[in-house]
């Protein structure tokens, strides 16, 4: 019983940290069409503000404000300089993406050296719940991560804000001649994504070892989530890290993670080729 | 209101699809701007939006140059635009894609006026349908609400009878013509469908090869005389 309480928690732990490391590229991929290859990239820089906030003796919880105030701008640059000339261009926009992952690592290289930092636990005690012992810093990336999730679903679905980010989406010349200031959109959106994965990288850094390599390790499952749920509705990207969270959580604890690994690409492969839009999509 | 002069334009550099294109329009006024396809009427339109270079000649409203303006500023200048095809958004409701007409005004309230949904009743009944779910005609009438809630001085038309059934043609010919009447809102509009021009018009422009080749505003005339329209318009 306990086991199953154990895998359950780490089922939902593990998912809702996807979900999280996921929401920036819903936003960037799923609705901007950029394959954004320099996503983990964004999520280690701001694992990094985590060791720079550290290494300025200041609060863990400072990097939660840092990191994404950091990574909205590194966003906004990069949007300016490169990001708006491949928007249309899909496949070139993984050159373009995949160019910024490696300049981005290397200055991590250059700035903190190759070598994992070790981050400081801010809430070390662990917690007693429903009869099992848990870390209460897992605890509080699941509620982080269901917090974000909530808002950002909220300001994308529900807000006036959100409709118009999704109508320059959907046809920006129209939404241009509607009077929408399609260029400012485009740079705020992305600086948004960014600004997301920058969050993720902060709320996971202690529990992860932090490393230039680190980036790689959630980009994949978090493609793959999207891919899987579909990126037309916002139960897709839910019911898709739900399904790679849980297959991977619960083989890798029964087996493997070798097997854990093969069996999510199975899943991913045999639901990509049956539903090649996603599980959940819009009705035509 | 509107005046156009010596205006060169084409999609790509050199190409001169407009070439030394001139027209104006009064306030209050709806003047239809005819021709067989590939004269340069969408393209003109287009350009005064500022989706397409306009390289030489000028384009004013009300007195202020809006050459090169960009088409987002363009609107909130005060030109509502329904574009060829419509170009409503399918995936969003009705009553969002009215809402999209506004969030582009920051002058304006963003939520849809009560009247919106008057102008055509049909749209008060689908309010929470999708737009890609309704009929050409109707997506017709959501997308010239959806430019009439930004509270354009001057409106631009670009075919709105295509492949849409003659009775609802008819009602939007007497909305518009209603509400230019009764608000004062200018009227631009780019037509081949012949009924709906002689019903809305008090000033036709014809076009041929990027400029006007012909004009009158004894639209009635060409009823009994329809030399024009044969001359400019049959293909």
């Known amino acids: 019983m306990n086991f199953a309480i154990g895998l359950g928690l780490d ?28 996503h983990g990239e964004f999520f280690l820089l701001g694992a990094y503000s985590v060791v720079a906030v550290q290494q300025l003796q200041l609060p863990y919880w400072a990097a939660l404000i840092v990191a994404p105030i950091a990574l909205a701008l590194v966003g906004l640059v990069l949007e300016q300089l490169i990001i708006r ?49 848990y870390p209460s810093f897992r605890l509080f990336i699941m509620g982080a991560a269901l917090a974000v999730s909530i808002a950002t679903f909220w300001v994308f679905y529900r807000s006036n804000l959100g409709l118009a980010i999704r109508g320059v989406i959907a046809n920006r010349a129209m939404a241009a001649s509607l009077g929408l200031n399609t260029r400012r959109m485009d740079r705020w959106t992305f600086a948004f994504g960014a600004a997301l994965a920058g969050f993720a990288g902060a709320v996971m850094a202690p529990i992860m070892s ?13 493609f793959l989530s999207i891919m899987v749920g579909g990126v037309s509705h916002l139960f897709g990207v839910v019911l898709g890290v ?43 | 209101m509107l005046k156009v002069s010596e205006v060169v334009a084409g999609y790509q550099a050199g190409s001169r699809v407009l070439d030394g294109f001139s027209m104006h329009v009064r306030p209050g006024e709806i003047v239809a701007l005819l021709g067989r396809n590939g004269m340069g009427k969408t393209t003109f339109l287009k350009a005064l939006m500022g989706h397409v270079a306009v390289s030489g000649g000028s384009l004013s409203l009300d007195g202020e140059e809006i050459g090169g303006l960009k088409p987002y500023e363009v609107a909130r200048r005060g030109v509502g635009y329904v574009p060829q095809g419509r170009e409503i958004f399918p995936d969003f409701t009705v009553e969002e894609n009215l809402l999209m007409g506004l969030l582009g005004r920051p002058e304006l309230p963003s939520e849809v006026p009560d009247w919106a949904f008057e102008i055509f009743p049909i749209l008060h009944e689908r309010r929470k349908q999708r ?19 930004g509270r354009p001085k001057l409106l631009l038309l670009d ?29 631009l509009l780019v037509e081949q469908n012949m009924e709906l021009v002689l019903g809305m018009a008090q000033r036709c422009l014809f076009m041929e090869n990027g400029a006007i080749a012909y004009e009158t505003d004894e639209v009635q005339k060409l009823r009994t005389d329809p030399a024009p329209i044969h001359r400019y318009l049959s293909v």
Do not use: C
């Open chain 1, 11 to 38: 089922t939902l732990s593990f998912s809702l940290s996807l979900l999280l490391v996921s929401l920036g590229l819903v936003i960037i991929f799923g609705l901007m069409n950029v394959i954004n290859m320099a």
């Open chain 1, 85 to 133: 000339h491949v928007y249309h261009r899909f496949i070139d926009t993984i050159l373009a993406t995949w160019g910024i992952s490696i300049v981005l690592k290397q200055l991590i290289i250059i700035g903190f050296g190759p070598t994992s930092q070790s981050i400081v636990n801010p809430l070390p005690e662990p917690v007693h719940i429903l009869g099992v012992v």
């Open chain 1, 210 to 222: 932090v490393d230039p390599q680190m980036g790689g390790g959630f980009l994949i499952p978090a």
């Open chain 1, 242 to 284: 739900g399904l790679i969270g849980s297959t991977s959580t619960v083989i890798s604890s029964l087996d493997t993670q070798l097997a854990a690994q093969i069996a999510v690409f199975l899943l991913a492969i045999v639901i990509i080729r049956l539903w090649p839009e996603g599980l959940i999509t819009r009705k035509r």
């Open chain 2, 131 to 149: 737009g890609g779910s309704m009929s050409g005609g109707q997506q017709q009438q959501l997308a010239i609400v959806r430019a009439l809630v």
């Open chain 2, 159 to 187: 075919e709105p009878s295509e492949g849409i059934q003659p009775n609802i043609v008819q009602e939007i010919g007497h909305v518009l013509s209603r509400i230019a009447r009764d608000e004062g809102l200018t009227v």
